[in-house]
């Protein structure tokens, strides 16, 4: 099992800037990918951004122009800087977790809401 905890979320304002974290315990050396999905009120949950245990990065759609992914694999934690934000943005924000084993499993954390006020 794994669990994820996220931190970094609330309100700011438009053209802002946060940084959230998501910190990974209990079978940690199965963990392969680690990143972020987004959902916004009556959308489905969408890609924000991933990287792979060894540095390879994925980025959802416009994402990657203002969203930077990063981890810290000794301290298992992944970051997502994110900048210039927009009202467009505000959504509920999941850590996610895929393990290297098969078949793989995927792991959340709770979530955290961004709100990006005009």
């Known amino acids: 099992q794994v669990q994820l905890v996220e931190s970094g979320g609330g309100l700011v304002q438009a053209g802002g800037s946060l940084r959230l974290s998501c910190a990974a315990s209990?079978?940690?050396?199965?963990?392969?990918?680690m990143g972020w999905y987004r959902q916004a009120p009556g959308q489905q949950r969408a890609l924000v951004a991933a990287i792979s245990s060894g540095g390879s990065t994925n980025y959802g759609d416009s994402m990657k122009d203002r969203f930077t992914i990063s981890r810290d694999n000794a301290k298992m934690t992944v970051y997502l800087q994110m900048n210039d934000l927009k009202p467009e943005d505000t959504a509920v924000y999941y850590c996610?977790?895929?393990?290297?084993?098969?078949?793989?499993?995927?792991?959340w954390g709770q979530g955290t809401q961004i709100t990006v006020s005009s």
């Open positions: 209990g079978s940690i050396f199965s963990i392969n990918v």
């Open positions: 996610h977790a895929v393990t290297m084993t098969f078949p793989s499993s995927i792991y």
